[in-house]
């Protein structure tokens, strides 16, 4: 009888076949990192859930928009009277005018300035200082509102200026008259006057670009005169060298002179001394009655008829007056203007 042989797997067979497969996971472990599969499935997956994430916020959105045009849709058919709906709309009251970020102009009986008051424009600051003195109302045109400031400036307010000596509050040029009244319009030398108020008016929610000038002119203070005083029937008028004899005084160069009264005579002073505008000291024209530290008045940026020196300037003593451009006792006192948007009606 024959005996039947066993078959099996001998330990070193499987040691072999341990071993190849080993090598073959190395294989295609290396091949799927080198070809980006595995990338490609981390990338896959991250893809995934960001698309679920977008999913779900345009379902939301889609949800809101149905929400809000089922409420329009509501709200239309309620006020036709429409089926479901028997409600009445709630009237709503007219929305009033805001007056928020606004200037209030200082008013007194029958619409005039009340010069009794500065304009609160809040703290002014000019070279890293708080200027010590306010704003008035002084006139207005078309577009914008001019405000003059209520003294003398403040020597370290004032700022340079080519030909230009400063002494104390006082300014004066050195070389001729235009220098002086180059300085006193160009916007340019003003600018850090400017700047503080525009920051003040900012802070108090008025954000409106604002220009300044070193002084009125001749026309800024007539218009300013006449809105308060009418019946004195204050003028000014500029002449050429060489017109002659103005009814009042002869012209010896280009500039203005003043009239005051009912005669068409025009003069190189008037004084307006017995008026109520100096008898009552209204500050908007005369700060002071007296000199002040040894100032005797302000400049207007305007040239004098009276002579190739002078230059129109307010007198502390009531008149409107000319001085030497050289003369070192005259102040300035800017003109800043603000768009009228700014101004509360």
């Keep these: 009888m024959l005996k039947r042989q066993e078959q099996g797997i001998t330990l070193v067979a499987l040691i072999i076949t341990i071993i190849i497969l080993v090598i073959l996971a190395a294989v295609a472990i290396t091949t799927a990192y080198e070809t980006g599969i595995v990338q490609y499935s981390t990338d896959g997956t991250r893809r995934y859930a960001e698309s679920g994430v977008n999913e779900n916020k345009i379902m939301n959105k889609t949800v809101d928009y149905m929400s809000n045009a089922l409420s329009e849709i509501y709200g239309i058919l309620g006020e036709k009277g429409g ?24 008013k007194s009986e029958g619409d005039k300035p009340d010069d009794s008051q500065t304009v609160d424009i809040g703290d002014v600051t000019v ?50 008259r235009t220098d002086l009244i180059n300085y006193l319009t160009n916007t340019n030398n003003w600018t850090s006057i400017a700047n503080g108020v525009k920051e003040a008016l900012k802070k108090k929610g008025i954000e409106v670009e604002v220009t300044a000038t070193g002084g009125p002119t001749v026309e800024q203070l007539q218009k300013a005169y006449e809105i308060r005083y009418p019946g004195d029937n204050f003028k000014v008028k500029h002449f050429n060298s ?104």
């Excluded at 000319?322 to 006192?333: E, L, T, W």
């Design 83 to 106: 089926s479901g709906s028997t409600s009445t709309p709630t009237p709503t009251e007219p929305t009033p005018p805001t007056t928020e970020g606004k200037l209030e102009i200082p």
């Design 127 to 176: 070279n890293d200082k708080v200027l010590t003195h306010g704003w008035q109302y002084y006139y207005e045109d078309d577009n914008k509102v001019y405000l003059i400031y209520s003294d003398y400036l403040e020597t370290d307010a004032i700022p340079a200026g080519a030909n230009i000596t400063k002494s104390g509050i006082n300014v004066y040029a050195s070389t001729n």
């Design 242 to 345: 060489g017109d002659g004899n103005t009814g009042g005084t002869s012209v010896y160069a280009e500039g203005w002179y003043y009239s005051l009264g009912d005669q068409e005579k025009y003069q190189n002073n008037v004084s307006v001394s017995s008026k109520d505008v100096y008898t009552n000291q209204n500050k908007v024209f005369f700060p002071y009655k007296a000199s002040t530290n040894g100032c005797y008045g302000y400049w207007l940026a305007s040239p004098s008829a009276v002579g190739s020196r002078y230059v129109c300037y307010v007198y502390y003593n009531g008149a409107f007056y000319y001085n030497d451009f050289s003369d070192a006792g005259v102040g300035v006192r800017p003109v800043v203007s603000i768009p009228k948007s700014a101004i509360k009606d």
